[in-house]
């Protein structure tokens, strides 16, 4: 794929954030100017913005956006005052999402920017406060480009793989996560082929991981998610390959709901299930998984399809957005500083203190 053709899913444009509304892909690329802080919270939360590194990104330029606004638009020059005013900033955008750790540790950051430098002015701090959000987006695709880098050596000529949700440059600064590593593989000179499972109920792989696949003209299909059993038994799927939310620091991995029947058909079948995700994704406070807050949505999600009901007026629904797949389940994590293997309490800890 040409740089020009990279899907540029959320920019820093003179003050403001242009974010790829990926509620509108694939049947329109529409752009979303926003210039208030308040704008980006509700991007992320309505999932116009989505993927764990993506969101840490729309968190920090958002809160960069806010900065400005307090010293700006309400004229606060008072240091005190503009760091309360900032907090509720960031209690705002930690309420947004719960699950993507990426969040929580693109606030934790900016909040170190503050924390640091409280002999700077407002006016300052602000501007830091941007150049810092700008260093996060940057970092990030170097960070893709990396793990795209170690994934590729797992990736044989020939292979046929499954990928589940979206983690692809939609989901990232640019380049993608699990989708890095495809790329990278193919951009290679491998001969792959992608099974895409559609993702219930968002679709984020019909919608989203499609899209991408056939922008790099990669060669792909689309299958509902309970056909990936099906395929496997036929000996039609190499290899697994995901994003993730949250890992924690013994190797469980919270990713999109669905990755955990995936991760448990591919145990079964003997076919290797790999996670792809940045350093940043691991939470090394948890180590219990249950300690990871799954967030569940609205489950108009699940009984509408692009608003039209789809289930008998007054039916439930259920609709958490993540499952945990359990470390013995996966057989490597692809990070951007290596690839951790089990025992992943202390491969994930030796990559975190490695320096490239």
């Excluded at 696949?213 to 299909?221: E, G, T, V």
Aim: net charge neutral.
């Amino acid at each position: 794929m040409n740089n020009d053709m990279e899907p540029k899913p959320i920019q820093w444009k003179n003050g403001e954030v242009i974010i790829l509304d990926q509620r509108r892909l694939p049947s329109e690329e529409v752009y979303i100017s926003t210039k208030r802080y308040q704008e980006v919270v509700m991007a992320i939360k309505d999932m116009a913005i989505r993927g764990a590194p993506a969101i840490g990104i729309a968190a920090a330029f958002g809160i960069a956006i806010g900065a400005k606004t307090i010293v700006e638009d309400m004229g606060i020059k008072d240091k005190d005052h503009f760091r309360m005013e900032l907090e509720m900033i960031f209690r705002e955008f930690a309420s947004s999402r719960p699950t993507a750790v990426n969040l929580f540790w693109a606030i934790d950051r900016m909040k170190d920017i503050v924390q640091k430098n409280t002999h700077m002015d407002v006016e300052e701090l602000s501007e830091l406060l941007v150049e810092e959000a700008m260093k996060i987006y940057e970092e990030d695709m170097l960070s893709c480009k990396r793990i795209g880098h170690f994934g590729k050596e797992l990736i044989g000529d020939g292979f046929r793989i499954l990928t589940h949700c979206n983690a692809g440059g939609l989901a990232t600064a640019g380049y993608g996560t699990a989708l890095g590593v495809i790329r990278a593989a193919f951009e290679e000179g491998k001969k792959i082929f992608v099974f895409v499972d559609e993702t219930r109920p968002f679709l984020q792989g019909s919608r989203l991981t499609a899209w991408e696949l056939k922008r790099a003209s990669i060669p792909f299909c689309v299958i509902t998610d309970n056909m990936a059993g099906y395929f496997m038994k036929k000996g039609e799927i190499d290899c697994i390959i995901v994003g993730a939310d949250r890992i924690t620091s013994y190797g469980d991995v919270a990713n999109k709901i669905g990755t955990y029947t995936i991760a448990v058909l591919a145990k079964a079948h003997r076919i290797p299930f790999y996670v792809a995700a940045p350093i940043s994704t691991v939470d090394f406070s948890k180590k219990n998984p249950e300690e990871i807050p799954i967030e569940e949505r609205d489950p108009s999600e699940v009984t509408h399809f692009m608003g039209i009901q789809i289930t008998p007026y007054g039916s439930r629904a259920r609709n958490p957005a993540f499952d945990v797949t359990p470390r013995w389940l996966i057989s490597a994590i692809i990070t951007d500083k290596g690839i951790a293997k089990r025992p992943y309490i202390s491969s994930l800890k030796r990559l975190r203190e490695k320096n490239l």
